[in-house]
């Protein structure tokens, strides 16, 4: 048999510290590895395949888009899936005009360059993020990530992008002044180890963006479509972004992202601006339908419920496991478990026992599984989970 994890190890940059296992293919919410191990997963590919596995709308969707011949046309032409799918999220949003990407650093990327173009005719070029942040990896990207880990190495960083502190609304107005084009924050922070915007925060942070015409950009790349138990993760809030930036969930599996600009910054860009080859491809648009119809069914909502579920069981073992344990955090199916030893081994201890899980931060065990799981699912990785830190 082919040994995958060889070739891997002996052709691909080590980026990564991937486990050694090979993925063979998917069914429902579990995967299962070349050597036949079953695994239930809590991770989703990093919080993108909202929609689990195997799931039949998504290959009958493949198989339509590829019966007209193709999945790409570049953007010098239109093709008959990106338009319908930039109505639909506009109209699930409210938001005013989309732009088509890969990635979420991508999307990202294009926000930034919105705010810098809107602050451009008052010379306007500080952009405000946040301590902990993520926002992906590629310059612009990393410089807007709140983490030095991430910068180390590759100084220097896109000038004039400053940081506060997230969830301090003070360290935000003593940054902000007549010089800011935009701030850019994360309504759950995902990467930085799962930590929900407090309401008079995020309320505050449009009253700062208002008062000194700045753009408010939320980075819904992980939190976004569905994950919180919304559909975007600002309508927790009542608040409403100037721009918003999608990615992971949005494509079903297949790369693609979205920067959605809201009437204060549409118009912004125009042709020559910005581009992307692959961005609104017919393949990518047309899965992303599927996740909008199942939005517009109600998928949030159930998410809402199972999330509190999950919640309430995993404070059961944070509190049964004092010593190893910390707290609970995070809104729907986006959920952190914050511990006193390292993710790491529970994460091993875990996979041992048939549980795909991942870190966020230093400390915290995070679990992003498909939107469709089940609570028998959840039962079942909240007892591998406890077995694991038993273990341990
Ligand atoms: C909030 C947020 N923004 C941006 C990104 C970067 O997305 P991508 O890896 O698709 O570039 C991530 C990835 O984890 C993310 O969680």
């Excluded at 888009?65 to 008959?80: A, C, E, P, T």
């Excluded at 999220?89 to 173009?117: D, H, M, P, T, W």
């Excluded at 360290?171 to 995902?190: H, N, R």
């Excluded at 599996?253 to 910054?265: E, L, R, W």
Aim: charged share 25%; with cysteine; net charge negative.
């Amino acid at each position: 048999m082919t040994d995958y994890i060889a070739l891997a190890k002996n052709n691909l940059m080590k980026t990564y510290s991937t486990a050694d296992i090979c993925i063979d293919h998917g069914e429902g919410v579990r995967l299962y590895d070349t050597e036949g191990k079953s695994y239930l997963d809590m991770v989703a590919g990093i919080a993108v395949n909202a929609l689990g596995y195997g799931n039949e709308k998504i290959k009958k969707r493949v198989e339509e888009v590829m019966s007209d011949g193709f999945f790409h046309v570049s953007n010098l032409y239109y093709n008959k899936w990106a338009p319908l799918a930039a109505e639909r999220l506009n109209r699930l949003s409210g938001g005013s005009e989309v732009f088509y990407a890969n990635s979420g650093a991508e999307a990202n990327e294009a926000a930034l360059k919105i705010a810098r173009k809107y602050g451009s005719a008052s010379g306007r070029t500080k952009v405000i993020s946040f301590s902990h942040s993520f926002h992906g990896r590629t310059y612009g990207a990393i410089t807007l990530t709140g983490q030095d880990k991430y910068h180390k190495g590759f100084a220097p960083m896109v000038p004039d992008i400053v940081y506060a502190e997230y969830n301090n609304l003070s360290s935000v107005s003593s940054l902000i002044d007549e010089k800011t084009c935009a701030i850019i924050m994360e309504p759950v922070q995902g990467e930085g180890g799962i930590i929900p915007a407090e309401e008079e925060f995020i309320k505050g942070l449009r009253r700062l963006a208002d008062e000194y015409d700045a753009l408010l950009i939320f980075d819904c790349v992980q939190c976004g479509l569905g994950r919180t138990g919304r559909n975007f993760a600002f309508k927790h809030y009542d608040v409403r972004p100037d721009i918003m930036t999608l990615a992971k969930a949005i494509g079903c599996g297949v790369p693609f992202s979205a920067t959605v600009a809201f009437s204060k910054a549409k118009g912004v860009l125009s042709p020559g601006d910005h581009a992307s080859t692959f961005g609104g491809n017919a393949l990518s648009a047309a899965l992303s339908l599927i996740l909008f119809d199942s939005l517009e069914d109600g998928l949030a909502s159930e998410v809402e419920k199972k999330g509190e579920y999950m919640k309430a069981r995993l404070k059961e073992i944070c509190d049964k496991h004092p010593d190893k344990c910390v707290e609970v955090r995070g809104l729907g199916l986006m959920l952190g478990l914050d511990l006193k030893i390292s993710p790491s081994a529970v994460i091993a201890e875990c996979r041992k026992r048939g549980l795909l899980v991942c870190s966020a931060g230093y400390t915290v065990l995070r679990f992003v599984p498909p939107l469709v799981i089940g609570y028998e699912d959840i039962d079942e990785a909240v007892r591998i989970v406890d077995e694991a830190l038993s273990a341990l």
